[in-house]
């Protein structure tokens, strides 16, 4: 069960004797919403789930129905339908500003301005291309959503409803998600990726692509920084070198986020795979550029 604090007005029978409309009122100071399902995608955290369905384009994933609903009935003829709006909660986020900085912009905007989770209540709307309809499963395409993501509602999208092909774009100076940069792995970092994956199932090469196939210009959002010969990409507690020529952008080695005194002194599990990795490869400064 999800709650979200509603607006009411302390006004609402103002004026009712004068026979003017009254200001509309709810029956309590929160809303009650149940999910209908949840959503399965190989996306694991918020650091690593695209911003938008354009940034996930191929992603595939599944919107999985709560059985004991009568749900399977609500979806009788979702499959003439190719593409689906997914309202959803984005539940990992806590609290919300009035003022956020998105990805693709330089300053602080008003949050209703902006498609950002952090706002009074947590909703989020995305596009998504149905493949199919198997009982209460729903296989979906362009996923931008985290794994265990609740889901509120589904509607078919009605193109010649839904699609304003005249509006603008409001603050943005280029089209979102931005130009699309292609990502290059150096022998050196491929090898790196695949022995964490191969020992330890961390697998960092797909949020990485995606992250860098949106630029490299340095933002909080995507937590990239300059440093010499090139730049760094902060994921979680992995530290990724790259370089940029034109529109490729080249990945020279992966590095751990720990600094040597902590590998030597922890005992927290997350630091198995960093001690293991550098024992493996050894320090930064002592890999090729």
């Known amino acids: 069960m999800l709650s979200a604090s509603a607006v009411t007005s302390p006004k609402s029978e103002r004026n009712a004797h004068k026979g ?19 959503v399965r995608s190989p996306f694991v955290d918020r650091v690593s789930t695209p911003r938008q369905p354009a940034a996930a384009r191929g992603v595939r ?18 499959d003439a339908w190719d593409h689906i709006w997914v309202l959803f909660w984005f539940h990992l986020n806590a ?19 902006t498609r950002s989770p952090h706002r009074p ?31 509120l509602d589904i509607k078919p999208y009605v193109p010649f409803t839904d699609a304003v092909p005249s509006a603008n774009t409001g603050w943005l100076e280029t089209p979102d998600p931005g130009p699309k940069f292609a990502v290059v792995w150096s022998d050196f970092a491929t090898a790196q990726a695949k022995w964490l994956f191969e020992h330890f199932q961390v697998d960092l090469a797909p949020p990485v692509n995606l992250i860098l196939a949106l630029g490299h210009e340095p933002h909080p959002y995507r937590r990239i920084r300059p440093r010499e010969g090139g730049f760094r990409l902060a994921l979680k507690d992995w530290r990724i070198d790259f370089a940029v020529e034109a529109t490729t952008v080249r990945i020279a080695s992966i590095a751990t986020g720990y600094r040597p005194s902590q590998l030597a002194t922890s005992t927290e599990t997350a630091t198995l795979a960093h001690r293991a990795f550098v024992a493996h490869f050894g320090e930064p400064n002592a890999r090729p550029k």
């Open 121 to 151: 209540n947590p909703l989020g709307l995305s596009v998504l291309e149905l493949e199919a309809v198997e009982g209460l499963t729903l296989r979906v395409r362009d996923v931008d959503l985290v794994d265990g993501t609740p889901i």
């Open 20 to 38: 003017e409309r009254s200001p509309p009122t709810v029956a309590s100071e929160a809303l009650t919403l149940r999910p209908i399902g949840f």
């Open 61 to 78: 994933g599944t919107i999985e129905l709560l059985p004991g609903h009568h749900f399977e009935h609500a979806l009788a003829d979702l």
């Open 95 to 113: 609290g919300w500003r009035p003022k956020v900085q998105p990805p693709r912009s330089t300053t602080k905007r008003g949050v209703f301005a």
